[in-house]
């Protein structure tokens, strides 16, 4: 078929189909820039365009009107949330700095949470409101299986999109991504990624001015190796007959203008 050439299908075929060309050669033709490296292709897949008849053709303009209403429709719509989102543009600008957020999502992710982060006490509050919490453990036997916690299912629905999205990314989320899905599924690796992104995105709406900044793909290793002259040093100094507490250094307190790292 056609839709299975990734970039050469368009609006040209399906209209010079309408209008009555049949030649699978002259059709092939129309593909357009790196679509042209696949005209043989395009030919085989085009064989057999004698047998589209005038019904065809008339059902086929019908889906096409029907897809340009529904596109102006959209193309309306979206003036009218670029308006009404106008006075929250650095919020937008904020989360739409993440892995995997696009203008869309950040658009569609305030619709639901709004600006105000005063309402969510931490990110991890907001996760749980977004149906990103991971499940409470309990010990004993559990009757039927655990059920993934219920919340707001239009930013869940958003989060498994941009979860997937960032998993795709060169970092520290899509590292994140890619080890959960290894270990337990692409599902839970979703869930995980979703409740660090709501996390990072309470910070980030919560701190006008900041932007997200990357921790790096590497970051998991880099935690490895300083665990590893962590775990060296406490052992030299304990053979030398020290007891030894680790305290980590708090990092400072943001100041609205400075980088937003992942949660």
């Known amino acids: 078929m056609v839709s299975e050439l990734h970039g050469v299908t368009g609006r040209d075929i399906m209209d010079h189909l309408i209008a009555g060309v049949r030649d699978p050669k002259a059709l092939a033709q129309l593909a357009r820039t790196r679509a042209r490296r696949k005209i043989s292709q395009l030919e085989e897949a085009l064989e057999g365009a004698e047998f589209f008849t005038a019904e065809h053709a008339a059902l086929l303009k019908v889906m ?8 102006e429709e959209i193309a309306r719509l979206s003036e ?8 929250y543009e650095e919020q937008v600008a904020q989360a739409e700095s993440m892995p995997g957020w696009g203008h869309r999502a950040a658009q569609d992710a305030i619709a639901e949470t709004g600006v105000d982060m005063s309402r969510f006490r931490t990110g991890g509050h907001l996760a749980s409101w977004g149906g990103r919490a991971p499940l409470d453990h309990q ?4 009757k039927g299986r655990a059920r993934a916690k219920k919340g707001n299912r239009y930013l869940a629905g958003l989060l498994g999109e941009t979860a997937v999205a960032a998993g795709r990314t060169q970092t520290r989320e899509g590292a994140r991504y890619r080890r959960l899905a290894r270990r337990r599924g692409k599902l839970k690796a979703q869930v995980a990624l979703g409740n660090t992104q709501l996390k990072v995105y309470h910070k980030l ?10 921790l790096g793909p590497d970051y998991y290793e880099r935690q490895r190796d300083v665990r590893r002259q962590i775990a060296h040093h406490v052992g030299k100094l304990g053979n030398l007959g020290f007891e030894v507490t680790l305290c980590r250094i708090p990092e400072p307190e943001p100041d609205g203008t400075g980088p937003a790292k992942a949660a």
């Not at 096409?64 to 596109?71: G, K």
């Not at 009218?80 to 006075?87: G, N, S």
């Not at 006008?208 to 900044?213: A, E, I, L």
């Open 64 to 71: 096409l009107e029907r897809i340009d209403r529904v596109t």
């Open 139 to 142: 010990s004993g036997t559990r």
């Open 80 to 87: 009218v949330i670029e308006r009404l989102l106008a006075p």
């Open 205 to 214: 709406l919560s701190n006008p001015g900041m932007r997200y900044q990357d």
